[in-house]
């Protein structure tokens, strides 16, 4: 079977319609130029130089609703994101329909978030609700909503106490705060207190200044520098060079994923992650599991790290948890919230009780036994599919992934296939080096819809034939 071959972790890894351009002034439209640019969509840590070695799109004509959207959107917003030549207006469940009432289905899932699908019942119940009643409410007071999210959490999980936060990367900026407090709260009687922190190669942990700081790749950070000090990054993996590398009383905390998404769906080893916990707690420092994107079911566990058997001290959250609201929360020991005190953190608009009612909704259907056992059953459904078919290409070296979070490493770069599928009515991400198809769908997708996406990888798998060498 060429160089493919399917893994599914080794045992040592795991245990068992407006009319936009009329709400501007044309004079403000004349002054740009009115051609559309239909760049190379990419969710995955490449660099700009790679994708300009990628062949220029060839995908379908764009209808004139789509262009004029494109358009105005050129014209007005910060130009941020590489986006796919698609204008999408509506979803229910897996799948998604464009402005010209195209379908796709959705193996993507807004990158990992819509792990229920789109318009869940139960969700949009939950949303109605609490926006008929109370939408935003400062800190400053209590809200029911929180407090029960809050509750259910540390139900959950190993946590003792929950911060909420907007997003991911806020998240992991609340946790390098947290773990600097700790310390100083720690050594209390000493002039100076650990403020380091270790990272690993292939990481993201966000966009922000100290997120970014944890996060490898140079060409994220290098147009921002100097950005937050006192970081090493390390091989993902290698137990050795972490040993050597961690020094008690300068290390603060240590951030890992224990499966990355962006970095490639790379999982770590049970010997790294416990290696991590024990050489930490000697070291002093923090543990802290970034769990954006692989927790909250995307496993077929609640939490990525139960399948190592190791605990953290820390562990961030976001993606999936509100269902496509945007929500992020540190979940953490008595033991390091006993540092923080009134005052040194906190936020306008996080933990608001619209987004949190929201929450509870997705936590109380993924936390659910029958449900997990879903997402690992179709988990394994999914990878021997891409087995079957796939398997027969020379530029597939590996599938690779744990449940509903799956990677297809290529010897090629992955930007034809990911366009010629969606031209077929098949969204896909890329990760890693740009060589990694990845598959996050909604956790609630049927086998009949994972059968219909492997057969449009298989029929599209010619485009590799002309992509870029890794």
């Known amino acids: 079977m060429n160089s493919f071959q399917l893994q599914s972790f080794h045992t040592s890894s795991i245990s068992p319609a407006t009319n936009l351009p009329r709400l501007f002034s044309l004079e403000k439209l004349r002054r740009v130029p009115t051609r559309v640019y239909i760049p190379r969509i990419s969710s995955c840590l490449i660099s700009e130089s790679q994708q300009k070695t990628v062949a220029p799109n060839s995908g379908k004509p764009v209808s004139k609703d789509s ?23 509506s979803g229910r469940g897996c799948k998604l329909y464009d402005v010209d009432g195209r379908e796709y289905l959705d193996m993507a899932a807004g990158i990992a978030v819509n792990s229920l699908g789109h318009g869940d019942p139960d969700w949009v119940k939950a949303v109605v609700e609490q926006a008929n009643t109370l939408t935003h409410v400062s800190n400053v007071f209590y809200s029911i909503p929180q407090v029960e999210l809050g509750k259910r959490l540390v139900e959950c999980s190993f946590a003792d106490r929950v911060f909420f936060t907007n997003s991911g990367t806020e998240a992991n900026e609340a946790a390098i705060k947290f773990a600097r407090k700790f310390q100083r709260f720690v050594h209390a009687d000493e002039p100076h207190s650990a403020t380091e922190f270790i990272a690993f190669t292939d990481s993201f942990h966000g966009r ?8 490898s790749k140079d060409h994220y950070r290098l147009p921002f520098e100097p950005v937050m000090p006192g970081v090493t990054f390390i ?6 060079e972490f040993k050597k590398t961690i020094k008690p009383g300068k290390t603060a905390a240590v951030f890992v994923e224990p499966i990355q998404g962006e970095g490639g769906i790379h999982s770590a080893t049970k010997d790294f992650l416990q290696t991590l916990h024990l050489t930490c707690d000697d070291a002093g420092a923090i543990l802290v599991f970034d ?17 190592f058997d190791v605990i953290p001290d820390i562990m961030t959250l976001a993606k999936p948890l509100a269902g496509g609201l945007p929500i992020g929360a540190i979940l953490t020991t008595e033991r390091v919230a006993a540092a923080i005190s009134f005052g040194d953190h906190g936020s306008t608009f996080a933990g608001g009780p619209l987004v949190c009612h929201a929450a509870l909704a997705v936590l109380d259907k993924i936390r659910e036994p029958s449900f997990l056992a879903s997402v690992t059953k179709k988990g394994l459904y999914l990878k021997e599919l891409l087995t079957q078919k796939l398997g027969v290409s020379p530029h597939v070296k590996e599938v690779r992934g744990l449940g509903l979070f799956v990677g297809i490493e ?26 990694v198809v990845r598959l996050v769908p909604p956790l609630i997708i049927s086998e009949k819809e994972l059968e219909q996406a492997a057969e449009i990888l298989r029929e599209c798998l010619p485009a590799l034939d002309t992509a870029t060498p890794t």
Do not use: S
């Open 410 to 435: 290529l010897d090629v770069q992955a930007f034809p296939l990911v366009d010629e599928c969606r031209n077929a009515g098949l969204l896909v991400l890329t990760a890693g080096k740009g060589n």
């Open 235 to 240: 091989e993902y993996g290698n137990i050795e």
């Open 208 to 215: 922000t200044m100290g997120a970014l700081a944890l996060t």
């Open 67 to 89: 262009k004029e959207i494109m358009e105005t959107e050129r014209n007005v917003l910060v130009g941020t994101y590489a986006r796919a030549p698609v204008v999408l207006k």
């Open 291 to 307: 769990e954006v994107q692989c927790g909250l079911g995307r496993t077929g566990q609640l939490w990525a790290h139960e399948a």
